[in-house]
C-alpha cells in the first residue's frame, strides 16, 4: 500500500509541470485589453427620450442628431434671429454632452462672419435652448463620456 501511494505522488508531483503555466501579469492583461478597446468610437452614442426605444446603435445615432435638430429649430424657428441677422440661413451650432448629462452649445461662425455681434447671438441661443430635454451621454465601456459634435441648423425663412 505503501508503494501504490509513493508511486502516486511521484506520479502527481512529476504531472504537476504539465499544468504550471505562466499567468499573465496584471500590466499585461491591462496592455491587452487597452489595444482591444478602439478609442476613437463610443460604445452607445448619447440618446434622449425618444429614442431610447431603439436598439440599432446607427438607428439610434440618427435619431439623436435627427431629433436633435428638430427641437433646436422648433425653438429658434419664430426668433429675433432672424431679424437682426436675415442673411444668415445657417447656423453650426457646436453642441457638447458632459458626462453628468448637461448640455453647452456655442455658436461656431465662419472665418468672414465680423459682422455679428456673436455675444447677441450666443445669449440668444442660450436663453432659446435653456430648458432643452434631458439627454443622456455617451458612454465607452459603460462609462458616461464627454461627447462633442456640430450641428446645423437652418433657421426658417418662411
Do not use: H, W
Not at 502516486?8 to 482591444?36: M, T
Not at 443622456?136 to 446645423?152: D, H, M, R, T, W
Amino acid at each position: 500500500m505503501k508503494k501504490a501511494v509513493v508511486a502516486l505522488s511521484l506520479l502527481l508531483l512529476g504531472s504537476c509541470q504539465y499544468f504550471d503555466k505562466k499567468v499573465p501579469s496584471e500590466e499585461e492583461l491591462l496592455q491587452k485589453r487597452r489595444a482591444e478597446i478602439n478609442m476613437d468610437e463610443v460604445s452607445s452614442y448619447p440618446s434622449i427620450g425618444e429614442c431610447d426605444s431603439v436598439m440599432d446603435k446607427e438607428q439610434k445615432k440618427e435619431c439623436f442628431f435627427s431629433s436633435m435638430t428638430r427641437l433646436v429649430q422648433e425653438r429658434l424657428d419664430a426668433d429675433t434671429l432672424l431679424l437682426l441677422y436675415p442673411e444668415i440661413d445657417t447656423i453650426q451650432l457646436k453642441v457638447t454632452i458632459f458626462p453628468d448629462a448637461t448640455l453647452a452649445f456655442e455658436t461656431e461662425f465662419p472665418k468672414d462672419s465680423v459682422g455679428y455681434d456673436r455675444t447677441k447671438i450666443d445669449s440668444l441661443l442660450r436663453s432659446r435652448l435653456s430648458d432643452f430635454p434631458a439627454v443622456e451621454p455617451a458612454s465607452k465601456e459603460g462609462i458616461p463620456v464627454k461627447s462633442q459634435f456640430i450641428l446645423p441648423v437652418i433657421i426658417n425663412v418662411e
